[in-house]
């Protein structure tokens, strides 16, 4: 009987790994449904897995890329993705012999950090992960919807996916600049997202469309017919919209709320502090709810908050509760025209946990929140509210893609 401890699986096992991953979310486990994962992940990925009697019983991947903190600053972070376990295996612990395995090696890679997107939200708090950024999803009755100012639409061309891997990623990397928690695209991932498209991944809708605003923004999407509807009734199914200004932003929104023969524009991962509901007449009718958050898992307390931006100076003295890792501690942070993190044994103003924390910098958490809550001990009257304004951010963070 094979050993049920995770291994990092040798590139000859690659394809084996990925009908695995495929076969736990359900999905196909041909030679077309494993390649376009085999492409793309080729390098800058680490598979991890639990084998049982010759059978995968449990995987994860990790994508080596970096993330951005507040203020622009970039860190490498452990893009944890693939996560699965067999159905006959499950609730005997194999997600926590795999994540306490992939995050050990984090840290021996010096990434300070790790994320992932959770299909359940109850799943990874207790890994030390924290909610880095809140997305919402819309739902929009395009017919619905007028925007307060004409917008020039002309300025939108189409595009190809080839041309586009050259341009977006320099748009994309202006988003990064502007706002915190926005995982970089590893190449792979671009590959996944612009030049991989099989029928299998359509769900009957056509083939990803790309339309940009040169140098200034891009969307992709796909249009989905209604099948034996006497009226059109088509649904825009928006994957990735950003522009870095706002004449862009919205003509590209006006394309994709324009689109013939539709009346449903579905997204799930805009920032909660969207602009586009800023540019309609009536906001309401997005039919805005929760997306799916990015968690965070700090690894590395002072380089974290050394690399994060801060928008007004002071000091805090912060306990960090890290029950099963050893990222916890006490620091005293300085901010000032320089920023420094120093282990100390003063007393703290305010005791949170290493979730809690990573919820604050990413600043998709008030600390004042965290009070109300009580996940927060605050030591001296105000503390938490100090600690907010140190922490404070001008733009919501944001990840445009999951992975
Ligand atoms: C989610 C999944 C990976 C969990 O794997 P697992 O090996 O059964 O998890 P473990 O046995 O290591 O459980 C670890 C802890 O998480 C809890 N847990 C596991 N799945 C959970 C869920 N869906 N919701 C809430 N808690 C969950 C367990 O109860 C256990 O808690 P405990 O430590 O307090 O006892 C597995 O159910 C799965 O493959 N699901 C389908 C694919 C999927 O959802 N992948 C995740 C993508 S982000």
Same mark, same amino acid.
Request: glycine share 10%; hydrophobic share 40%.
């Given at each position: ?8 699986? &040798? !590139? ?5 790994? /990925? ?25 800058? %990925? ?31 972070? /452990?893009?944890? =993705? ?10 005997? +612990?194999?997600?926590? =012999?795999?994540? !306490? ?27 030390? #992960? ?22 020039? *639409? ?11 891997? $050259?341009?977006? &990623? ?26 991989? $498209? ?60 324009? *689109? $013939? ?11 909660? $502090? ?6 309609? =007449? ?12 990015? %968690? ?13 931006? %801060? ?12 029950? +099963? ?24 103003? *305010? ?10 910098? #990413? ?5 004042? =929140?965290?009070?109300? /809550? ?9 503390? /938490? ?5 140190? #922490? ?12």
């Amino acid at each position: 009987m094979d050993t049920l401890l995770p291994e990092r699986v &040798p !590139d000859d096992a690659l394809p084996e790994f /990925a009908r695995a991953v495929n076969r736990h979310f359900h999905e196909g486990e041909g030679d077309e449904d494993v390649q376009p994962y085999l492409d793309a992940f080729a390098t800058d %990925y680490r598979a991890w897995w639990v084998r049982d009697r010759g059978r995968v019983a449990g995987n994860l991947g990790v994508i080596e890329t970096r993330i951005s903190l507040p203020g622009g600053s970039r860190l490498p972070v /452990a893009a944890i =993705t693939a996560v699965g376990v067999a159905q006959t295996m499950r609730r005997r +612990g194999l997600l926590t =012999t795999l994540m !306490d395995a992939c995050l050990a090696e984090a840290r021996e890679h010096e990434e300070p950090l790790a994320a992932l997107f959770a299909s359940e939200s109850a799943i990874y708090g207790r890994y030390g #992960f924290g909610m880095a950024a809140e997305h919402r999803a819309y739902n929009a009755e395009r017919l619905r919807i007028a925007f307060r100012d004409p917008v020039d *639409v002309r300025v939108v061309e189409e595009t190809t996916a080839v041309a586009a891997r $050259d341009a977006w &990623p320099a748009i994309r990397d202006r988003l990064s600049d502007r706002r915190g928690a926005c995982v970089d695209n590893s190449p792979g991932m671009w590959h996944l997202g612009l030049t991989v $498209d099989p029928p299998g991944w359509r769900d009957g809708a056509t083939a990803r469309r790309l339309v940009q605003v040169p140098g200034r923004g891009y969307a992709s999407y796909r249009v989905k017919g209604a099948d034996g509807a006497l009226l059109p009734a088509g649904e825009v199914r928006v994957s990735e919209v950003f522009a870095t200004d706002a004449e862009a932003y919205a003509a590209l929104w006006q394309h994709l709320l324009d *689109v $013939d023969l539709t009346t449903r524009v579905t997204t799930w991962l805009r920032p909660i $502090d969207d602009a586009l509901p800023h540019l309609l =007449t009536d906001p309401l009718a997005l039919h805005a709810a929760e997306g799916p958050p990015l %968690y965070a898992r700090i690894l590395d307390v002072p380089r974290v908050l050394t690399a994060r931006g %801060y928008v007004t100076s002071g000091s805090a003295t912060i306990e960090v509760v890290d029950p +099963g890792g050893s990222a916890g501690g006490r620091w005293y942070l300085d901010v000032g025209d320089e920023v420094a993190c120093e282990p100390t044994d003063a007393a703290p103003d *305010v005791t949170l946990s290493i979730g809690s924390l990573a919820g604050v910098v #990413f600043g998709s958490l008030r600390p004042s =929140t965290l009070v109300d /809550a009580g996940r927060l001990d605050e030591h001296r009257p105000g503390a /938490a509210d100090g600690l907010g304004r140190l #922490f404070s951010v001008d733009r919501a963070p944001w990840c445009p893609v999951e992975f």
